[in-house]
């Protein structure tokens, strides 16, 4: 059996550790003789680095390790690059977050304005990843899942349009594992789902066993009382409140359309006024995040460096990243699975633009994905997509031609944002906020009004 190379990009991720552990677990369905880590702060990557690496000299002493600043390094001998970047790390979310709650809007790492300065930054970072991995490895394959996914394969398919880069988010997968729960049944691949939408941004309008009857009616049953909230949960991901807050709220989301079952991230979109009074502007999901998990994986790391060795380790498996495995042997070995991706619609959706970026059932095989029809959507959906789309090109035309009106466009676009007023003070915040990491944006086409 062939054994591949597995290069981490974003190697000081919080995420790291878990999906090395997750990859170690699976060696079996996917070997892997050399694995690398790559970052461009070599100070944090080292701490992640030093306890991986003891953890494949106790698990897998035959895998080649190496952690690198060095982009030649790190991409030249790959076949599988997964990037989990973060331009601007935990510093620029706490931003992201806290900038658009002091104007009263939604403060989120993918949705409405924190997202629009997230995907700013990141369309630099991940093309530049694109195009290491195209010098130095030129048939490896980018499974990228660096946010805000929407934004960056909308940016990829615009400026890089042949790259072999797949773009997937793991919320499907944490919902369908939450789903397989409330049904009793002890793994999510026991559905067949039907899926449309953007990233963050989507419904589920079947779900079958494999016999083909019909779980909807038990699932809606569920969702309309409790979310997706379950008693229990096998989810050692989500443990912190504002999560659990997050799947009750889908009863609510859920309301709005009974004919399907929501993506939990609509809930920013149809309830902002119910986010904002619900957050903290001094105290938002960033700072959870830096005194939690960040804390935790960092903290634990070291403990494993101080001591050489992993026994008592507290740091587990992140079984939810187990689809990154599935998506890298689909290509490895045309495995030809269903997963949910982020593709060009193509006329898979009918009534909506070709060129929109959708999250939809594909199947994958060594040459990529082949994304399922899905025929015409409902005009509820219709609308919120279209403008949703809209926001995202708007963001990805403004990075390309550095233009003020165009972000102050899609800033507005958004639903989270009330007026245009209040977008274009949001973005005079953000640009302030974001001086080293967004191109410098010109005014040239800005007509200068002061009635608002
Ligand atoms: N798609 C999904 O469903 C999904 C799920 C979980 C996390 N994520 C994403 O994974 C990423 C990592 O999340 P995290 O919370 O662990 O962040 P993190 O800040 O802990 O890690 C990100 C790492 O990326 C590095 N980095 C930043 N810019 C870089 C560049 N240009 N080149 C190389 N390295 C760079 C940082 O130094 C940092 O070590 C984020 O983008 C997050 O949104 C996505
Ligand atoms: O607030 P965070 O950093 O904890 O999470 C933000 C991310 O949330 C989703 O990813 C979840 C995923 O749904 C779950 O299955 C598990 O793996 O944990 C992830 C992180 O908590 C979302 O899909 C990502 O895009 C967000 O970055
Ligand atoms: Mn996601």
């Known amino acids: 059996m062939k054994k591949f190379s597995v290069l981490i990009a974003g190697g000081g991720s919080t995420f790291t550790p878990g999906i090395v552990l997750m990859l170690l677990d699976h060696l079996n369905k996917f070997p ?103 010098k130095y490895s030129p048939d490896a394959w980018m499974l990228n899942y660096s946010n805000p996914a929407a ?89 912190d409140q504002s999560w659990n807050e997050t799947f009750l709220k889908a009863r609510d989301v859920y309301a709005l ?9 609509l809930k920013y979109y149809f309830f902002p006024d119910y986010v904002v009074e619900h ?49 890298a042997r689909a290509i490895a070995y045309n495995t030809h699975e269903r997963m949910l991706l982020i593709v060009e619609n193509k006329g ?10 959708v999250e939809i059932p594909c199947i994958v095989g060594s040459n990529g994905p082949e994304p399922l029809s899905i025929g015409e959507i409902p005009q509820f959906q219709k609308g919120l997509m279209e403008q949703q789309v809209s926001v995202e090109k708007l963001v990805v035309e403004a990075w390309v031609t550095r233009s003020y009106q165009k972000l102050w466009q899609a800033i507005t676009l958004s639903k989270t944002v009330p007026s245009a007023k209040v977008a274009k003070e949001i973005l005079d915040d953000l640009i302030e906020a974001n001086k080293d990491f967004w191109p410098e944006l010109h005014k040239d086409d800005v007509v200068v009004s002061e009635s608002f």
């Open 257 to 265: 359309d009974p004919n399907t079952l929501p993506n939990t991230y």
């Open 151 to 239: 934004i960056v394969a909308e940016a990829t398919r615009r400026l890089r349009p042949n790259s072999k880069i797949l773009n997937i988010c793991d919320m499907p997968i944490g919902i369908e594992m939450r789903m397989a729960q409330i049904l009793g049944l002890n793994d999510r691949k026991e559905m067949n789902v039907r899926y449309f939408g953007l990233n963050h941004f989507g419904w589920w309008t079947e779900i079958r066993d494999k016999d083909g009857n019909d779980l909807m009616p038990k699932l809606k049953e569920h969702v309309a009382k409790h979310g997706y909230n379950v008693p229990n949960s096998a989810d050692n991901q989500h443990v």
């Open 348 to 357: 898979s959706i009918i009534n909506l633009d070709p060129t929109a970026m």
């Open 32 to 134: 892997i003789r050399k694995l690398k880590l790559y970052d461009n702060d070599e100070e944090r990557q080292a701490t992640i680095a030093g306890a991986c690496e003891i953890i494949l000299k106790e698990r897998a002493p035959e895998i080649e390790f190496l952690a690198t600043t060095n982009p030649e390094e790190a991409f030249t001998d790959v076949d599988f690059v997964m990037a989990h970047i973060r331009v601007g790390k935990y510093a620029m979310r706490e931003l992201d977050e806290k900038i658009p709650l002091k104007h009263g809007v939604v403060g989120q790492e993918t949705c409405g304005p924190g997202g629009i300065a997230y995907g700013m930054r990141s369309i630099g970072g991940v093309l530049e990843l694109i195009d290491y991995m195209e």
């Open 279 to 327: 957050s903290n502007p001094e105290y938002t999901r960033a700072n959870e995040v830096m005194e939690g998990r960040e804390k935790f994986v960092f903290g634990e790391c070291r403990k494993i460096i101080e001591n050489q060795s992993t026994e008592g380790s507290k740091l587990h498996i992140d079984e939810h990243a187990a689809y990154i495995v599935d998506l």
